[in-house]
């Protein structure tokens, strides 16, 4: 599908695009390799969308007519695969749809379509826009800020369940994910400020070099949610050898109120001849006040020193 912008936008055929109206498409890999011919493009600019890509690396082709950057896009569920390419030309932006398993990437598309206005539209602002809208759309997917402040919480009230772990995990490689996808995002921008080809409006390359700063500022607040994922982890483990000393501390003071009598008992063990409580009659509730004495007093003290 081909949109043209006009006294309004009005979609269009393939053979109705005019090279001096400013032409938005979204079109599959299928569709691409069919109207190659139509666009001039080089046959490499199909390999690419049908090639597998590395996801952590932005993949770019340019020419003198053509800019080609294919990227990953990011989405909560892991198991989703977003891919698309951007084509632009003397105004003309095409949007290659290579994989969009729910429909994100066309939503992105007509956000772009149905928010840009036909009298000031320029293929910089269109681009921009596109570009904004992916990191938008993106970033409201990731509660990442409510979703560890409700871990830490869980670590402050010490209710962390068995998940808690796996949960921290599954948090730093969504967070390294969308921070590679930033990272693209200003690669992406990058390309476009250099404008080998000049195919971009000088004046407007402003646009590009603002978004790039927007780009940044994601990453960053990217890094600082990874950062707050490594402090609660180290807080999570904290807590975890604070619980392991007072259970070694109980195990401490259990030992220290008993060791007295193991060697009251060990004493009396001996049996001697002459030991005189064996003849007394009141050996054996000598021996056992005995021991209540030493327990109930050590217990006193360690009160008093407040070791429990």
């Known amino acids: 599908m081909f949109y043209v912008f006009d006294d309004e936008v009005k979609s269009i055929d393939v053979d109705e695009i005019n090279k001096n109206m400013l032409t938005l498409g979204f079109i599959t890999v299928g569709e691409l390799e069919k109207l190659a011919a139509v666009f001039s493009l080089p046959k490499n600019i199909v390999e690419l969308c049908r090639k597998k890509s590395d996801s952590?690396?932005?993949?770019?082709?340019?020419?003198?007519?053509?800019?080609?950057?294919?990227?990953?896009?990011?989405c909560n569920n892991k198991e989703t695969n977003n891919e698309l390419a951007i084509i632009i030309s003397r105004n003309l932006m095409v949007i290659v749809n290579i994989c969009d398993d729910f429909s994100f990437n066309q939503k992105c598309f007509s956000n772009v379509l149905s928010?840009?206005?036909?009298?000031?539209?320029?293929?910089?602002?269109?681009i921009c826009s596109f570009l904004e809208t992916l990191a938008r759309q993106c970033s409201s997917q990731f509660d990442e800020e409510e979703e560890i402040a409700a871990l830490e919480k869980e670590v402050i009230d010490k209710n962390v369940d068995k998940s808690f772990t796996a949960q921290l995990i599954e948090k730093k490689r969504e967070l390294l994910r969308l921070r590679a996808f930033y990272e693209q995002l200003i690669d992406v921008t990058e390309v476009y400020v250099e404008n080998e080809n000049e195919i971009l409006d000088?004046?407007?390359?402003?646009?590009?070099?603002?978004?790039?700063?927007?780009?940044?500022?994601?990453?960053?607040?990217?890094?600082?949610?990874?950062?707050?994922?490594?402090?609660?982890?180290?807080?999570?483990?904290?807590?975890?050898?604070?619980?392991?000393?007072?259970?070694?501390?109980?195990?401490t003071v259990v030992t220290s109120v008993f060791l007295p009598m193991t060697v009251i008992v060990g004493w009396y063990g001996m049996n001697f001849k002459y030991m005189p409580e064996i003849s007394s009659r009141f050996g054996y509730p000598y021996v056992i006040f005995l021991n209540i004495i030493v327990v109930f007093s050590l217990i006193f003290v360690f009160k008093r020193k407040k070791w429990i």
Not at 115 to 126: D, I, R, Y
Not at 206 to 217: E, S
Not at 235 to 249: F, V
């Open 56 to 74: 952590a690396f932005l993949t770019k082709f340019i020419n003198d007519d053509f800019t080609f950057i294919r990227l990953n896009i990011i």
């Open 115 to 126: 928010n840009s206005a036909c009298e000031s539209a320029t293929l910089e602002k269109l």
């Open 202 to 251: 000088e004046k407007s390359i402003r646009l590009f070099k603002l978004f790039r700063d927007k780009a940044v500022r994601y990453k960053e607040n990217t890094d600082i949610l990874r950062e707050s994922v490594t402090h609660l982890w180290d807080a999570y483990q904290t807590s975890i050898d604070a619980g392991q000393n007072e259970i070694m501390k109980l195990f």
